[in-house]
């Protein structure tokens, strides 16, 4: 059974930094490109970044990019992403997911629980 657990997220001031992970367990990580996604209150589901399995390849929405950056630890199934300069529009719940590499929701096969991600003006 393919399970996805993000930790990491947090309370931060405008400017400030995060850097939630997610941990695989059940599947051969490695062979899955990962992804990460985030719901706003009131909003739908929006893309944020993903990564191939080799950690080579990867894409971010414009929202964040520059800000952002994803990462993966093949030997430790795990994923990062790495959030700084975070403004309160990036205020959301952050789920990892599992699949192949898209900015589309359908092509991610498993997710996490997601974690809360929220920044204060």
């Known amino acids: 059974q393919v399970q996805l657990v993000e930790s990491g997220g947090g309370l931060v001031q405008a400017g400030g930094s995060l850097r939630p992970s997610c941990v695989a367990s059940?599947?051969?990580?490695?062979?899955?490109?990962m992804g990460w996604f985030r719901q706003a209150p009131g909003k739908e589901c929006e893309f944020v970044t993903a990564?191939?399995?080799?950690?080579?390849?990867?894409d971010y929405a414009d929202s964040v990019k520059g800000r952002f950056t994803i990462s993966r630890d093949n030997a430790k199934n795990t994923m990062y992403l790495q959030m700084t300069s975070l403004k309160p529009e990036d205020t959301a719940v952050y789920y990892c997911?599992?699949?192949?590499?898209?900015?589309?929701?359908?092509?991610?096969?498993?997710w996490g629980q997601g974690t809360q991600v929220t920044v204060s003006s």
């Open positions: 997911a599992a699949g192949s590499i898209s900015q589309q929701q359908s092509r991610y096969s498993y």
């Open positions: 059940g599947c051969t990580f490695s062979t899955w490109a």
């Open positions: 990564i191939d399995w080799s950690g080579r390849n990867n």
